[in-house]
């Protein structure tokens, strides 16, 4: 074992999966886009030691890395919370009361843009369409959808997060 | 999970297996899947893109390129792999109608990637879908595992000694990705930014070589195609236009939703009777009638039918299929606002028309519509835009000129109702951290 793998921040699971992924391009590099979202959801967000163990495996420097990688809006390095909530206000969104569904959040987390709560439990951001026009306004928890949303779903939302993350569960 | 609607003027061609469980494969086969990949595999490419092109049918991301003719412009003899790839990256403001697809049938959009391989000699698929879709991403890998084990990808797919590979691959946020060479660049693991063209990716695509890349609708809808024959699916659309078309009706309509209906349904009818009309009962005031990047329509000219050429004509385009419906008690330079500051956010700043022209828009619109613009301000918006058009490697610079010079020339007098410090007529949201 090479000193970088025993140093490795990657989970077993996650480098393994890394290691099947790389084998499937005709060039390692295609891997790079997907990887780093991959890790982003395991370690929470792209820190330097992954930006590092990413340049490492794909065998291109650090720099290529975050050159790359600061160019996708859903990679991150910060930490957000536990259930980044993402919600659309472009334009069908807008309509049918996607910012008053993102005042909602604000009053409710007590939060803006891209802010965190003190329990680290929610953050919340703005976001670009997320491609649930026809379900509008749509919010993002992570990677799950949840559409027609009025402040009473949103309320209920943020009750059924908080009784996830009391119970430790993603 | 997002709801699907239905109306009686719909023809459901591509949508025929949604709501029934066609994500599992023994379904999908079971309701004719895959037959259509065996028959192309029987027949040749010469018999795939001539049916194709009798088809009529033309892209669905936007541009309306007749897909058989595409096809075609691929070299038969190549130095390097040939490759078909899938635009899912679906991020047109307005547009859900690939999510649906992938959600309810991922099989049709692996098998048109075999047909569409096999018309050009290609090995290797890629189906691409943006980052934020991981819900369908996960479908999508799935149904191409499934589609392995059945032997239906593969060294020898259906027995045959032809050998062909689906790559689903994810991508992390970028609306500019969607241009097909920066979905080439993000795919080789770089930066989404657009490449200069010529060459065009037929000749000169992923990793250098010929490449077809079209829409996954486009996709999705080919298999359909060799089930029902070329000459009858054009036969359902208008002329020129073949087929049918997903419109995803958003917006202040009483019914939002994806609806498939014949290309050239008329647009007035598709709001009022399919959508079932303007929310409560209020006025019309204005429609998008392609996704964000199309310059809007005003009431009296929506009576026009939904294809590529009579929307053209009409002074806007089909684009995506993406309708968005807008009431009277909406503020235009509000939305025109909003619509700026999505291309702002997402212009890749490559091509300077486009990272300045998308900036000054959106302070200018932002400052306007905070009450803080002169006259002078109409006229600048509108020669900012037509300096835009034209003058950048990849449509994203046209995308944000094309609806502003729309909106400016269309509802001039909504803007200057916002002159000299008067509030928004319409006052929501005035966002000043940005002036």
């Not at chain 2, 001539?50 to 936007?62: D, I, P, V, Y």
Request: hydrophobic share 40%; net charge negative.
């Amino acid at each position: 074992m090479s000193s970088q793998e025993t140093m490795s921040i990657f989970s077993p699971q996650l480098a393994a999966r890394f290691d099947a992924l790389v084998l499937k391009y005709p060039l390692k590099r295609s891997a790079l886009v997907p990887m780093l979202l991959y890790a982003q959801d395991e370690i929470g967000y792209i820190s330097d030691a992954v930006i590092d163990e990413v340049a490492h495996r794909v065998g291109i420097t650090p720099l290529d890395v975050r050159g790359v990688a600061t160019y996708y809006s859903m990679l991150r390095f910060k930490p957000a919370g536990r259930y980044n909530i993402q919600v659309c206000t472009n334009i069908s969104c807008m309509l049918r009361g996607g910012y008053d569904i993102f005042d909602h959040f604000q009053h409710k987390l007590g939060i803006g843009h891209k802010g965190v709560t003190a329990d680290a439990v929610f953050s919340l951001e703005e976001v670009e369409c997320i491609g649930a026009c026809c379900w509008a306004p749509a919010i993002q928890v992570n990677y799950d959808f949840h559409d027609e949303l009025t402040n009473e779903k949103v309320d209920q939302i943020l009750d059924d997060y908080r009784t996830r993350a009391a119970k430790g569960a993603n | 999970m997002p709801r699907l609607v239905s109306h009686p003027d719909e023809v459901k061609i591509v949508t025929r297996r949604f709501g029934q469980g066609a994500a599992n494969i023994d379904r999908y086969v079971e309701l004719g899947g895959y037959e259509s990949a065996r028959k192309c595999l029987a027949n040749g490419p010469d018999y795939i893109i001539n049916e194709m092109k009798a088809s009529g049918l033309r892209g669905r991301g936007g541009a309306g390129f007749p897909t058989g003719m595409k096809w075609s412009f691929v070299p038969k003899v190549s130095a390097k792999p040939k490759y078909v790839l899938v635009n899912g990256d679906e991020s047109e403001p307005g547009t859900c109608k690939d999510h649906l697809i992938f959600l309810h049938d991922p099989h049709s959009v692996i098998e048109g990637t075999i047909i569409a391989g096999l018309a050009i000699g290609a090995k290797t698929g890629f189906i691409y879908l943006r980052g934020e879709y991981r819900y369908l991403i996960e479908i999508m890998e799935k149904a191409v595992a499934d589609a392995y084990l059945k032997g239906f990808l593969g060294n020898a797919i259906f027995g045959s000694d032809q050998e062909f590979q689906v790559i689903v691959q994810s991508g992390a946020g970028a609306y500019e990705v969607g241009e097909e060479s920066a979905l080439m660049e993000s795919l080789e693991g770089k930066r989404g930014v657009p490449r200069i063209k010529p060459p065009f990716p037929a000749v000169v695509g992923l990793y250098g070589g010929p490449t077809v890349i079209n829409n996954a609708e486009t996709i999705a809808t080919v298999p359909h195609i060799f089930a029902m024959g070329g000459a009858a699916y054009a036969a359902v659309g208008s002329e020129r236009n073949g087929g049918t078309r997903l419109f995803g009706i958003s917006g202040h309509v009483e019914r939002p939703g994806v609806y498939e209906l014949p290309m050239g349904y008329n647009l007035k009818k598709m709001i009022y009777e399919v959508a079932g009309g303007v929310r409560g009962g209020r006025e019309l005031k204005a429609v998008v009638p392609g996704g964000s990047s199309t310059p809007v329509l005003l009431p009296n000219e929506i009576d026009i039918g939904m294809d590529f050429d009579q929307v053209g004509k009409a002074g806007s385009m089909l684009g995506s299929g993406g309708v968005v419906v807008i009431d009277d008690q909406t503020c235009i330079v509000e939305f025109a606002m909003r619509t700026i500051s999505f291309y702002q956010h997402e212009s890749c700043g490559w091509c300077i028309p486009c990272r300045e022209g998308t900036d000054w828009l959106k302070k200018s619109l932002t400052r306007f519509h905070a009450g803080f613009g002169t006259m002078k301000d109409i006229d600048n918006i509108q020669y900012l835009a037509e300096n835009m058009m034209g003058r950048t490697f990849c449509p994203l610079g046209d995308a944000a000129a094309m609806p502003t010079l729309g909106f400016v020339k269309k509802f001039r007098k909504e803007f200057e109702a916002h002159l000299d410090g008067k509030p928004c007529p319409f006052a929501k949201h005035v966002d000043l951290a940005v002036v």
